[in-house]
T-cell receptor, first 116, second 117 residues
Framework: DSGVTQTPKHLITATGQRVTLRCSPR?????VYWYQQSLDQGLQFLIQYYNGEERAKGNILERFSAQQFPDLHSELNLSSLELGDSALYFC???????????????FGEGSRLTVL | AQKVTQAQTEISVVEKEDVTLDCVYE???????LFWYKQPPSGELVFLIR??????QNEISGRYSWNFQKSTSSFNFTITASQVVDSAVYFC??????????????FGQGTTLQVKP
């Protein structure tokens, strides 16, 4: 158990819909990262938040957005869903962000999104 | 730009064989960390090891060993006497720190290891 909690574990929805994935980081971790794992793209970094502020942005589509709340949990919002958005979405947390981040991320079990 | 390449997409071995998973990385920065993660069939990502760019000492942990060579920009992972439970997808990853430091963990495409009984 990494200490990172992601909900829901599985989600099936239709094209055009909107979903929200939730992540609770490990206690004490200030950074939250979102990754997308699909068959053709592998593990892709989407976005990072550190203590409520966006720290880094990767290959995140404009239809996707995220935020980190004062209690440090994070949500990833996916809208206007397409078939290609079907993937496993991981959340990870670490104590620090940026230069203080030595990279040991703790991953949640992932949220598997299926878009039909 | 930073990049991690795992050239082996899939490897299949028979139990008790040794197997080496290759990882080649690219970065212009002198400070970086390299990682291996394991993703078993259940799907979660499990941290295996972290090495920093200033420590080229190889590491052994039980049946696992890692060979870090800066000269060839490689960070290979060897499993000795493989077991069926080693069957998983293994990811090599890199965090690189320089002028564009963002703390992003960049993953390779992963190597699927199948260990047959």
């Amino acid at each position: 158990d990494s200490g990172v909690t992601q909900t829901p574990k599985h989600l099936i929805t239709a094209t055009g819909q909107r979903v929200t994935l939730r992540c609770s980081p490990r206690s004490g971790d200030l950074s939250v990262y979102w990754y997308q794992q699909s068959l053709d793209q592998g593990l892709q970094f989407l976005i990072q938040y550190y203590n409520g502020e966006e720290r880094a942005k990767g290959n995140i589509l404009e239809r996707f957005s995220a935020q980190q709340f004062p209690d440090l949990h994070s949500e990833l919002n996916l809208s206007s869903l397409e078939l290609g958005d079907s993937a496993l979405y991981f959340c990870a947390s670490s104590v620090a962000g940026g230069t203080a981040n030595t990279g040991e991320l703790f991953f949640g079990e992932g949220s598997r999104l299926t878009v039909l | 730009a930073q990049k991690v390449t795992q050239a082996q997409t899939e490897i299949s071995v028979v139990e008790k064989e040794d197997v080496t998973l290759d990882c080649v990385y690219e970065t212009r920065d002198t400070t970086y960390y390299l990682f291996w993660y394991k993703q078993p069939p259940s799907g979660e990502l499990v941290f295996l090891i972290r090495r920093n760019s200033f420590d080229e000492q190889n590491e052994i942990s039980g049946r696992y060993s890692w060979n870090f060579q800066k000269s060839t920009s490689s960070f290979n992972f060897t499993i000795t006497a493989s077991q069926v439970v080693d069957s998983a997808v293994y990811f090599c990853a890199l965090i690189s720190y320089g002028s564009s430091n963002t703390g992003k963990l960049i993953f390779g495409q992963g190597t699927t290891l199948q260990v047959k009984p």
